[in-house]
Each structure stands twice: as structure tokens, then as C-alpha cells.
């Protein structure tokens, strides 16, 4: 009726309707086996899945945790800087309340007590310099190379993609061609050419979905941007003679840093969601 209405004769392609085995068969038609009970209780099974996963928001425990990490990594220079509070998060949960992960960091904090008195300025000149050797140096040269490594994937599967659909056209180009020119060595390969060019351009699309997916050239600039925003605060702790408040200063900017690298990781994918595949 819905085709009629709209004023088609019949649908332009047949649905293809199919659950277990069959749902993996490409272009399915005979639409007649019956789903069996344990087929349809691993669909739903599935679903209660995904809306419990979506719920309780399992696809984004790993930056929690990851965030706790970066959390708790400064804490203890923190606090032998004399700092008052811990780094808090840089963007709340969706319900604008504090995350699990910021009560967590809190308690910790207060669980190390009162922070102890730095003697004399060699002992605070050695605890800025460990503060710069130990705990940015090594975050600076991870950003470095993953923004080399993010980039270089991005433009490789840019690559990949690009050659993929090249193929396609060059593999419609030739049946076309030998078509036209009734050319009979085209029969043997009919059906292999036929295959790729319906396997290169879903390979392609495949290619190019990944690529925008993982957004790997927004993590590159974004390791790139927290390597430079690191460097600044390391530089100010190698300083000589350093004051107890400007290398407390220091240490927080490098930590709030940190934070808002993974605060960007969190904001993309706040709006991502674990998703049934259609």
C-alpha cells in the first residue's frame, strides 16, 4: 500500500529478512527459514545487552579509569607542594553531577593527610626537577609519538581507501569496455570482476568508515597540542631558583593539561553509544 501510494508499482528491492545463520549471507532472498527459540533469545539477549550497557555506560569505563589515573598520578607532588585541593574533573557527567572517579581522587587525597615541609631550596629545587624528569618528560615524548603514530594511520587508511575505490572504477572500466567491443576473453572473468566490484567499494567504505570513526587526525593534532601545552609547565620547573609557589603552579597547569586531553576524549564520545548492528 505504502509503495502504491507513493506511486511505485512494487519495491525496487526485495526485503531480505533472516536471523542466525542466514543473517550472514549476503543479499539473502529465500526469506522462509523459520528462527529457532534459541535464535531468538540470543536477539534479545542482545538487546538487553546493549540497553544495559548503554545504561550503566560501559563503552566509556575506560576513560573513567583512565581518568582516575591521571588524577591520582600528580597527586602525591601535589601535595608535597603544599597544593590545597585535588584536580577535580574538567567536564562533569551528563546529569551536571561529579563522577564516581572525582569522589574516588577526593578520598585519596584526604587519606594522605597533611602534606609535609620542604626544608630548604635544594630539596625543593630536587622535587621540581623529579616532578619534570619523572612525570612530564614521559607524557610529552608519549604525545609525540602518538601524534606521529595517529597521523600515520589516518593517512594510511586514507590511502587504502583511495585505492580501493581507484580499483573499482579501473574493474568497471574494463567490463565496460569489453562489453562495448564483445571482447571473449572478458567470459572467464566475468564473474570474479562482477565479485570485485561489489567487494572493493564495501571494503572501501569500510576503510574510510574507520577512519572517521576513530577520528585518528583529531588525535593526532590533540597529542600534538597537550606535547606543546606540556612543555611550557616543564620548562617553568626547571628554572633556577624556583619558588614553592610557582612550581605548585607548574605542576597543577601540567596536571590540568593531562586532564583536558582526556576531558576532549570524554566529550567525543559523550554522544556515542553501544549500538545493535543493522
Request: overall charge positive.
Amino acid at each position: 500500500h505504502s509503495f502504491r501510494e507513493h506511486g511505485s508499482q512494487y519495491p525496487a528491492y526485495g526485503s531480505i529478512v533472516a536471523a542466525g545463520a542466514n543473517a550472514c549471507v549476503l543479499h539473502y532472498r529465500a526469506d522462509a527459514a523459520p528462527i529457532r527459540s534459541g535464535e531468538l533469545v540470543l536477539i534479545g539477549a542482545v538487546v538487553a545487552n546493549t540497553r544495559v550497557g548503554n545504561a550503566r555506560e560501559w563503552h566509556r569505563c575506560w576513560l573513567d579509569y583512565r581518568f582516575l589515573a591521571e588524577q591520582l598520578r600528580p597527586m602525591r607532588s601535589l601535595k608535597l607542594l603544599g597544593a590545597a585541593t585535588p584536580l577535580m574533573t574538567v567536564h562533569p557527567s551528563a546529569n551536571g553531577w561529579a563522577r564516581w572517579t572525582d569522589w574516588y581522587a577526593s578520598a585519596a587525597w584526604r587519606a594522605m593527610g597533611a602534606p609535609p615541609s620542604l626544608k630548604d631550596q635544594a630539596a625543593l629545587e630536587t622535587v621540581a626537577e623529579h616532578i619534570a624528569a619523572e612525570e612530564v618528560d614521559p607524557q610529552i615524548s608519549y604525545n609525540h609519538v602518538n601524534a606521529h603514530r595517529m597521523h600515520h594511520l589516518d593517512h594510511r587508511l586514507h590511502e587504502i581507501g583511495n585505492r580501493l575505490f581507484i580499483a573499482t572504477v579501473i574493474a568497471g572500466l574494463v567490463i565496460m569496455a569489453a562489453i562495448i567491443t564483445h571482447a571473449e576473453w572478458l567470459v572467464p572473468f566475468k564473474v570474479p570482476l562482477g565479485v570485485l566490484t561489489a567487494v572493493l567499494p564495501t571494503l572501501g567504505s569500510a576503510v574510510f568508515g574507520m577512519r572517521g570513526q576513530g577520528d585518528f587526525a583529531g588525535a593526532a593534532r590533540r597529542s600534538a597540542e597537550t606535547a606543546d601545552a606540556l612543555a611550557r609547565p616543564t620548562l617553568r620547573l626547571r628554572e633556577r631558583p624556583i619558588e614553592l609557589p610557582s612550581a605548585a603552579r607548574a605542576t597543577e597547569d601540567a596536571a590540568v593539561t593531562m586532564l583536558a586531553d582526556l576531558g576532549a576524549w570524554r566529550t567525543s564520545f559523550s554522544d556515542k553509544k553501544l549500538a545493535i548492528p543493522a
